[in-house]
């Protein structure tokens, strides 16, 4: 049986259009093995090979692939919830009201969304000391460390921009508190607040504003560092083996 | 003469016949040979096999966790009713704690702008690249260092407060002991290494020694951040006076 499903698989792999899909065809080798990865415009962000070391749980506890995880979660459910909400005021509300009480599974989408996120926040500040501590920052990883922060500020005003949307007392008062924060930055704090906020108070212009960044425009600049920061990671010679005397260019 | 060479070496530049690679090492390359060939896994299957096994773990209990907890829903936004406390999302209470000592320029601006600026520069500090225990060279000029940095602390973190008390005799000028206390904690820390042979018996103690001064820092800074972040999180009531989890900050 296990033969003859191998067999169908194997088959379907050779199949002309399959192969014009994915170059790489059927085989155990390491060579076919390499092609999957090197012939793939997303995978060939990554190394055809890694070091084992690296690849055992102490080493990184998988925090920076679970951070990504949970932002693959977030894109998804995200979109779903789209589909429910509009950012309008007082719709906005009555759209939550509606997954609670409406939609199929509407409480438990907007549950898995909001609990992801805590999550996300939450491993990436774990990713970051995790990645201090072993010393996985210094050279040639410099560069990749400063793209780390610029995620990091990018994952806090995606959750930040989130946190409004729902339109209910702890969104808006929770962002009332943040923007006042802008505020006191030194002579154009009054005009920051007021570009962010689209307003002098935080009102429908601001949630609209929020939900163009939260769903458009953070979301691309986080799948554009999240691209570039894995493909340092191949370009920087791998993840950190633990030790910088077995590092090519080391002394 | 001699000996016959057990291999042939040829020239082909397709890598899918030839994949092999030889590197000829004369006595003008540079120490980057110097690698240790170690133990290698292809990235297809074998990492992407991990990767999605730790995804898929997470996302269970991402699932399980969206089962049973609901999101929190409050009433419709009212803007002329302001929740007391009005709490900013849990990553921001530490800020939202500072806010309660110093002014916002300091507190919202000041603060958080140098805490960037310093993550960035971290991997551009070629000092101390062997990253040798922080008392191991030139320990009493360190220590001088050390102490001065400390009091300055006390005194912006606990003084300077109590002299704008006395000063200005209606305003609230709280000390800051929620940060200076894992400031305490740790300088503790930091003198038992300096008392600490490096030969010493305790294991323990022999890894504090060997802790290079960016180590301190960032626990430093770890710490802070979680002690401010839970007192804004689970000790803060109306007015952002001090209760206890169990009578109602949360």
């Known amino acids: ?251 | 003469m001699s000996a016959p060479k057990d291999f042939v070496a040829t020239l082909d530049s397709d890598a899918r016949k030839t994949p092999r690679r030889i590197a000829f090492i004369t006595k003008r390359t540079s120490p980057q040979i110097h690698v240790k060939d170690e133990e290698r896994v292809m990235t297809y299957p074998e990492v992407f096999f991990r990767v999605a096994v730790a995804i898929e773990v997470l996302a269970i209990a991402l699932v399980v966790i969206a089962l049973i907890w609901n999101a929190p829903l409050e009433s419709l936004a009212d803007p002329t009713h302001t929740p007391n406390p009005a709490k900013a999302p849990w990553y921001f209470l530490g800020l939202q704690e500072l806010l309660h000592y110093f002014p916002p320029v300091v507190a919202g601006v000041l603060i958080p702008g140098l805490v960037v600026m310093a993550l960035i520069v971290i991997p551009y500090f070629n000092i101390n690249i062997e990253a040798e225990g922080i008392w191991t060279r030139d320990k009493k000029r360190r220590l001088g260092i050390f102490g001065g940095v400390v009091a300055a602390l006390f005194l912006v973190l606990i003084v300077v407060p109590y002299i704008r008390r006395l000063l200005q005799p209606g305003v609230d000028v709280p000390p800051v002991w929620v940060a200076f206390w894992p400031t305490v904690i740790v300088a503790a820390f930091m003198l038992m290494a300096a008392q600490t042979d490096p030969q010493s018996a305790t294991g323990f103690r022999r890894w504090l020694v060997r802790k290079p001064v960016s180590f301190w820092i960032m626990t430093w800074f770890l710490f802070e951040l979680v002690v401010l972040t839970a007192v804004g999180t689970f000790f803060r009531g109306p007015g952002w006076s001090w209760v206890l989890p169990w009578k109602g900050a949360l």
């Open chain 1, 1 to 251: 049986m296990a033969n003859t499903l191998d067999q169908f698989v194997d088959q379907v792999r050779e199949n002309r259009i399959w192969r014009s899909i994915f170059r790489s065809g059927t085989g155990e080798s390491n060579l076919h093995k390499s092609l999957v990865v090197q012939q793939n415009v997303f995978l060939h962000l990554f190394s055809i090979k890694a070091r084992k070391r690296t690849m055992e749980f102490n080493a990184t506890w998988y925090l920076g692939a679970l951070t990504f995880g949970t932002f693959m979660i977030l894109v998804i459910t995200g979109v779903l919830l789209m589909l429910y909400y509009h950012p309008s005021v007082p719709q906005a509300y009555a759209d939550m009201k509606d997954l609670q009480y409406v939609v199929s599974s509407g409480v438990f989408l907007r549950n898995l969304h909001r609990w992801s996120a805590h999550a996300m926040v939450f491993l990436v500040f774990a990713h970051m000391f995790k990645v201090f501590y072993r010393g996985a920052y210094r050279t040639p990883r410099e560069f990749n460390w400063v793209i780390g922060v610029i995620l990091l500020l990018v994952t806090l005003l995606l959750s930040y921009t989130g946190y409004l949307l729902p339109w209910d007392q702890l969104a808006y008062w929770a962002v009332t508190v943040g923007s006042n924060i802008a505020s006191a930055v030194p002579l154009m704090g009054a005009r920051i607040r007021f570009l962010m906020l689209g307003g002098t108070a935080v009102n429908a212009n601001a949630l609209l504003r929020f939900y163009v960044l939260h769903c458009v425009i953070l979301p691309l600049f986080a799948i554009l560092f999240i691209a570039v920061h894995f493909w340092r990671i191949r370009k920087d010679g791998g993840i950190y083996p633990g030790d910088q005397s077995s590092e090519v260019g080391s002394q």
